[in-house]
């Protein structure tokens, strides 16, 4: 069987006159990856900052409520702790033991913090300062109260706990009730 002549003949021309990717055709590939990596290296720098914010979230939830439960605990306990809570400085906060030679349903003025454990946030995500902003939480037993207060060492009903990316880019507030009530 033979071939057609043409196909033949334009099968040589291709073989024959390839030599290789112009310039042009090199540039545009060239150009096309660039774009692309620098959209993933941003796209990336962003999540991952947004990803830290939510751990952070997270594990100060998770504390809050820890603290809550160790209050609990400490009513029908003989332990010197009155009550358990978290301090909130620069950018790390503290899980710490309230301790009270008198240990009322207060805080009476004797008292001191015991720091029981300390975090910091991830980098690229600071506390930030907004109304009502929570400094220290105080859950004492057997409700638990909760004791709230800002910087200044004024009390609150309730507050919040203010979290962003550097930027304002994203922010992330948690909200402590009256009541003890953690909500996010």
Not at 82 to 95: A, E, H, K, R, V
Request: aromatic fraction near 10%; hydrophobic fraction near 40%.
């Amino acid at each position: 069987m033979t071939r057609p002549f043409f196909l033949s003949s334009l099968r040589r021309t291709f073989l024959n006159d390839r030599r290789g990717f112009s310039a042009i055709e090199m540039i545009v590939v060239v150009s096309v990856s660039i774009v692309l990596a620098a959209m993933a290296l941003g796209w990336s720098a962003a999540s991952r900052n947004q990803v830290a914010l939510t751990v952070d979230r997270t594990h100060i939830i998770q504390l809050l409520q820890r603290a809550k439960s160790l209050s609990l605990s400490t009513f029908s306990s003989t332990s010197p702790a009155c009550g358990y809570g978290l301090t909130f400085i620069g950018n790390s906060y503290n899980l710490i033991r309230y301790v009270d030679p008198v240990c009322t349903s207060g805080l009476g003025a004797g008292g001191s913090d015991e720091v029981v454990e300390t975090a910091a946030l991830s980098p690229g995500v600071q506390f930030t300062t907004g109304p009502n902003q929570v400094v220290r939480a105080i859950f004492i037993p057997p409700d638990p109260k909760v004791f709230l207060y800002q910087s200044s060492g004024a009390a609150l009903t309730d507050g919040f706990i203010y979290l962003t990316i550097p930027g304002g880019t994203s922010t992330s507030t948690i909200h402590i009730g009256a009541g003890g009530a953690i909500e996010f």
